[in-house]
């Protein structure tokens, strides 16, 4: 009998495994709470619970050399690295042209996956979703879960003492939409990550101040690497990785640091990572 496998979110994750699936003559099911297939890369204009989000500017930090499918390269005329518009046509255009859409249920919640009684012979579960306020029960021989990561903003407020006196907004880079709102105002963005580094840049023309705070320090790495590359194409390599495994640890961490200091000294900005 062919397998049928429940497969949770159409996100990448979920658009990849359905074909997989297919790939291995099992029978997915792919179900999508939201409206479309995407994930994370559908854009919304409001921060949606139970969802990532992200901002209207976001642009991919892999290039699409890294980032495609190996059998469904981007068009030529995409950049190297892309608007979050352009990535979610891309993700659109793959499950279209590979046939996807038909193993996917819109609008379908999974509100609960649950071992069958039978399970420890069968191996089967028990499904719930829910769609336009109706329930349904089916079960499955596996379930794969693409339901993605960035989900759940951590606002960690009992952190910073004293905040229930200040007076302006404070919120999660998860809500942050787009500049405009921030016209004339002062901003400290907390964070030196990927989208405190994006938001703070972003924020610098249109806000009449931005500080960043940062405890520990961060590579700031350019897209565009050595000789015009994009970066991880000359940076996640066979090559890098030997280096990694098989020399002593002083000497690709002196490798690694010698690298990430090519454009500027870290150390000139106080910007030198604590923890490497
Ligand atoms: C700001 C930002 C920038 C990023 N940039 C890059 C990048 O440049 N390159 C890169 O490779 N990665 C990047 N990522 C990582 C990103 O997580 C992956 O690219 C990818 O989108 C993850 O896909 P996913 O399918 O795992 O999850 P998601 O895209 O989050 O999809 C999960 C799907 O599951 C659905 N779902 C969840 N729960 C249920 C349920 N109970 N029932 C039904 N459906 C459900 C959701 O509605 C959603 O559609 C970025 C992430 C963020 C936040
Ligand atoms: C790209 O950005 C996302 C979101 O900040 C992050 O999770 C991911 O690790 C980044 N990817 C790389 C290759 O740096």
């Not at 759940?152 to 003492?161: T, V």
């Amino acid at each position: 009998m062919v397998k049928k496998v429940a497969i949770i979110g159409a996100g990448i994750s979920g658009l990849a495994s359905i074909r997989s699936c297919l790939e291995e003559g099992l029978e997915p099911t792919c179900f999508e709470k939201g409206e479309d297939v995407g994930g994370l890369w559908k854009f919304s204009d409001h921060a949606e619970e139970g969802r990532a989000s992200i901002y209207q500017s976001v642009f991919t930090n892999s290039s699409k050399e890294m980032t495609c499918f190996p059998d469904f390269p981007f068009p030529d005329d995409f950049p190297n690295f892309m608007h979050n518009s352009k990535l979610q046509e891309y993700i659109t255009a793959f499950a279209k042209e590979k046939n996807l859409l038909r193993y996917i249920q819109l609008k379908t919640l999974v509100s609960s996956v649950n071992k069958r009684p039978d399970f420890s012979v069968t191996g089967q579960w028990d499904i719930i979703t829910e769609k336009d306020g109706k329930k349904e029960s089916a079960v499955f021989d596996a379930v794969m879960i693409c339901s993605g990561h960035h989900v759940y903003p951590n606002l960690p407020k009992e952190s910073f003492q004293g905040l229930q006196l200040f007076k302006g907004k404070c919120f999660h880079s998860w809500d942050y939409k787009e500049p405009g709102v921030f016209k004339g105002k002062r901003v400290l963005v907390i964070g030196l990550g990927n989208s405190g580094c994006d938001i703070a840049s972003e924020l610098s023309h249109t806000a009449e101040q931005v500080i960043v705070s940062s405890r520990s320090g961060s590579w700031v790495m350019s897209r565009v690497w050595h000789g015009g590359y994009p970066w991880d194409m000359m940076f996640i390599t066979r090559f890098e990785t030997f280096l990694n495994n098989n020399l002593p640890t002083v000497i690709s961490d002196w490798w690694y640091v010698k690298q990430m200091n090519a454009r500027f000294k870290h150390e000139n900005y106080g910007l030198m990572p604590l923890n490497g």
